[in-house]
C-alpha cells in the first residue's frame, strides 16, 4: 500500500514494486492530487507499465513545443501564429519554468502584465488558449496529474460590418478582374475567403444537384457543407466555367474555381486593402461578407437550420453572433409596420389622428 505524506506545503507519496520502496513528489499542494498520482503509479505496476518517474518535471518550452507541432500535425492554419505568440509573449514570461509549478495566479499575472502593455482582451485570449492546450497535451501525455484553471477574458467584438449592396460593387470596381468573383463568391455565400473560397475546386460544384458543395474537413468545424445555386450564383460560376473551358481547349486545366493567370490565389490582403480605401469604406473586412451573408438570410426569411448549414455555422449561439440587426434592418420593420397600421382593430393608422383627450370637469 502506498503513503501520503507533506513536506513543507507539496505533498509526497511512497509506493512499492518488488519489494523495494519508491518516493516522489506530486509538485502539488493539493493532497488529492498526490494520491491521484500514487493510484496511477500502482495502477502501472500493476500493469507491467515502465514508471515515469519524470512525471511532473515538463518546462514550459518542452509544453510549448509540443502546442506548436500539435497544430502542424493538425494543419492548422494558425500554426504560424502560435509560434509567434509562444515566442514573443508566453516564452518572456513562463520560459524555463515547470509546467506545475505554473498556478492560476501565475497566469493572472501573467493576464495583467500583457494588459498593462496594451494587449487586447482578444490577443490574450488567443495565448490563454495555447496555455490551455499546452496543459491538456501534457496531462493527455502523463507529464502531469493536473492542469490549473486558466481564465478566459471577456470579448467584446465590435465588428458589426455590413456590405450594402452599392458598397459591394464600389469595392469591386477597384480589384483586379481575378479577385472580383471570389468577392462576390463570398459575398452571396458568407462562406471563408482564405480557407474555403480560394481553395474551391470545380469537383466541388455539382451542376445536376444545384448546389457548391465543401468536404467533410474542408471547413472550420471540419463538417461538410452545401451551398444551393441561386440565380446569381450560378451566373458567376458559369463565367468562371466559360474561362476554365477556354483554357482546357487551349491546354491548360485549370482545378480551381477562382484563379490568378490559371494559379491558386493564396492571399490579396493589398489589392483588398487598395480597393476598398478607393471605395472609401476603409474600415470593411472581408469577414464582414459573413456578417452581410447571415443577414440576407435572415431578410429573406431562410430557416435558421438552413442558413446555419448554408453559410457554415455549427450552434446556434455563433450563428446569433453574425444575425445582427442593423439599421437597414430596423427601417424595413418600420416599413412593414407602417404598411400594416389600421389593419388591426383599435390601431391608428397612418395620417389618422389621435383620440382626444378628455375635458377636465
Same mark, same amino acid.
Request: with cysteine; proline share 4%.
Given at each position: ?23 516522489? /513528489? ?15 503509479? %500502482? ?20 509544453? #510549448? *513545443? ?5 497544430? #502542424? ?18 516564452? $518572456? ?9 505554473? /498556478?492560476?495566479? &501565475?497566469? @493572472? ?16 485570449? !488567443? &495565448? ?26 471577456? %470579448?467584446?467584438?465590435?465588428? !458589426?460590418?455590413?456590405?450594402? $449592396? ?17 468577392? *462576390? ?10 480557407? &474555403?473560397?480560394? $481553395?474551391? &475546386? =470545380? !469537383? /466541388?460544384?455539382? =451542376?445536376?444537384?444545384? %448546389? ?10 471540419? %463538417? ?17 466555367? #466559360? ?6 481547349? *487551349?491546354? @491548360? ?28 469604406? $476603409? ?47 430596423? !427601417?424595413?420593420?418600420? #416599413? ?8 388591426? /382593430? ?16
Amino acid at each position: 500500500m502506498g503513503e501520503l505524506r507533506k513536506r513543507g506545503r507539496i505533498w509526497w507519496f511512497r509506493y512499492y514494486r518488488n519489494g523495494r520502496r519508491f518516493e516522489e /513528489s506530486s509538485h502539488s499542494e493539493h493532497k488529492g492530487d498526490a494520491s491521484r498520482l500514487m493510484k496511477q503509479r %500502482e495502477g502501472d505496476i500493476a500493469k507491467g507499465v515502465p514508471i515515469n518517474a519524470a512525471i511532473g518535471r515538463l518546462r514550459f518550452e518542452d509544453a #510549448a *513545443a509540443a502546442v506548436a507541432q500539435d497544430y #502542424a500535425m493538425n494543419g492548422r492554419d494558425t500554426t504560424k501564429d502560435v509560434t509567434r505568440r509562444i515566442r514573443m509573449h508566453l516564452q $518572456p514570461f513562463f520560459g524555463g519554468r515547470r509546467m506545475s509549478a505554473i /498556478s492560476t495566479a &501565475e497566469i @493572472t499575472a501573467y493576464v495583467v502584465t500583457r494588459q498593462a502593455a496594451g494587449a487586447a482582451n482578444a490577443s490574450v485570449n !488567443r &495565448e490563454l488558449s495555447i496555455m490551455k492546450r499546452a496543459f491538456t497535451l501534457a496531462v493527455q501525455a502523463g507529464k502531469l496529474v493536473t492542469r490549473p484553471h486558466v481564465p478566459m477574458l471577456e %470579448e467584446r467584438n465590435t465588428r !458589426r460590418g455590413f456590405f450594402e $449592396p452599392e458598397q459591394f460593387a464600389a469595392v469591386c470596381g477597384h480589384l483586379p478582374a481575378a479577385l472580383r468573383p471570389v468577392a *462576390a463568391f463570398a459575398y452571396l455565400t458568407g462562406w471563408r475567403v482564405r480557407s &474555403e473560397v480560394l $481553395p474551391l &475546386e =470545380w !469537383r /466541388s460544384v455539382d =451542376w445536376r444537384a444545384r %448546389e457548391v458543395r465543401l468536404d467533410a474537413g474542408a471547413t472550420k468545424n471540419d %463538417e461538410g457543407r452545401s451551398y444551393p445555386l441561386t440565380a446569381a450564383l450560378e451566373v458567376l460560376l458559369k463565367a468562371q466555367l #466559360a474561362d476554365h473551358d477556354a483554357r482546357k481547349k *487551349a491546354g @491548360t486545366i485549370v482545378p480551381f474555381v477562382f484563379h490568378r493567370n490559371g494559379r491558386k490565389i493564396k492571399n490579396f490582403r493589398h489589392a483588398w486593402e487598395t480597393a476598398r480605401e478607393k471605395a472609401g469604406v $476603409p474600415g470593411r473586412l472581408l469577414h464582414d461578407f459573413r456578417r452581410t451573408a447571415v443577414r440576407n438570410l435572415e431578410l429573406s426569411g431562410v430557416p435558421r437550420a438552413a442558413a446555419m448549414h448554408m453559410v457554415g455555422h455549427k450552434t446556434e449561439s455563433i450563428y446569433r453572433r453574425y444575425a445582427i440587426v442593423d439599421a437597414t434592418s430596423l !427601417r424595413d420593420a418600420a #416599413a412593414r409596420i407602417d404598411a400594416a397600421a389600421g389593419t388591426i /382593430s383599435g390601431t391608428i393608422g397612418a395620417g389618422s389622428q389621435a383620440p382626444p383627450a378628455k375635458q377636465s370637469a
